[in-house]
T-cell receptor, first 111, second 115 residues
Framework: GESVGLHLPTLSVQEGDNSIINCAYSNSASDYFIWYKQESGKGPQFIIDIRSNMDKRQGQRVTVLLNKTVKHLSLQIAATQPGDSAVYFCAENPSYGKLTFGQGTILTVHP | DTEVTQTPKHLVMGMTNKKSLKCEQHMGHRAMYWYKQKAKKPPELMFV???????INESVPSRFSPECPNSSLLNLHLHALQPEDSALYLC??????????????FGPGTRLTVT
């Protein structure tokens, strides 16, 4: 399933499935984007980043895709595990020193 | 060491109290940040320090006063807060803006309750 990161949506998947979390960013001047994971009671944890001169970047089990034409960012998590359950935020860097967060998506992984 | 530490973890204060939140990092980062996060909402930027100088203040009320004593420490002084200021206060650090790889690393936050 897919989610749009504007209203704190939820995504529920089974363990082992692939997850796709979407985010619409607002500022066409943003040149740097980050995905964060935030577990209950903790601060946001860096997952992966991408610069505006790229359209895809892969990490361990995660892939970020950037479509600048429609100002859309997605995070793909392969073989989702219960430990991946958290709130996921995209963040954009619209100007010097600033990071603006999207509304977040709650990911729940069922064993 | 990729850790940002924050103290205290929890803080309860009255509206007439003065308290301070503390943040520390030893990653050699020269940019440090304060964010406020309400429940079920994303973090919102409050202040940015770059090379120990305040570079961004996002129109934060003066009852919040940031301080950066040196490149590893960041404080947030609190005075005459309102109940609506109750939130999770997050500190983050990064390489200075404009340099490569300036992802922000976050601390665990201080859960503040104003009574």
């Amino acid at each position: 399933g897919e989610s749009v990161g504007l209203h704190l949506p939820t995504l529920s998947v089974q363990e082992g499935d692939n997850s796709i979390i979407n985010c619409a960013y607002s500022n066409s001047a943003s040149d740097y984007f980050i995905w964060y994971k935030q577990e209950s009671g903790k601060g946001p944890q860096f997952i992966i980043d991408i610069r505006s001169n790229m359209d895809k970047r892969q990490g361990q089990r995660v892939t970020v895709l950037l479509n600048k034409t429609v100002k859309h960012l997605s995070l793909q998590i392969a073989a989702t595990q219960p430990g991946d359950s958290a709130v996921y935020f995209c963040a954009e860097n619209p100007s010097y020193g600033k990071l603006t967060f999207g509304q977040g998506t709650i990911l729940t992984v069922h064993p | 060491d990729t850790e940002v530490t924050q103290t205290p973890k929890h803080l309860v204060m009255g509206m007439t109290n003065k308290k301070s939140l503390k943040c520390e990092q030893h990653m050699g980062h020269r940019a440090m940040y304060w964010y406020k996060q309400k429940a079920k909402k994303p973090p919102e930027l409050m202040f940015v320090y770059s090379y120990e100088k305040l570079s961004i203040n996002e129109s934060v009320p003066s009852r919040f006063s940031p301080e950066c004593p040196n490149s590893s420490l960041l404080n947030l002084h609190l005075h005459a807060l309102q109940p609506e200021d109750s939130a999770l206060y997050l500190c983050a650090s990064s390489h200075a803006p404009g340099l490569a790889g300036y992802e922000q690393y976050f601390g665990p936050g201080t859960r503040l309750t104003v009574t």
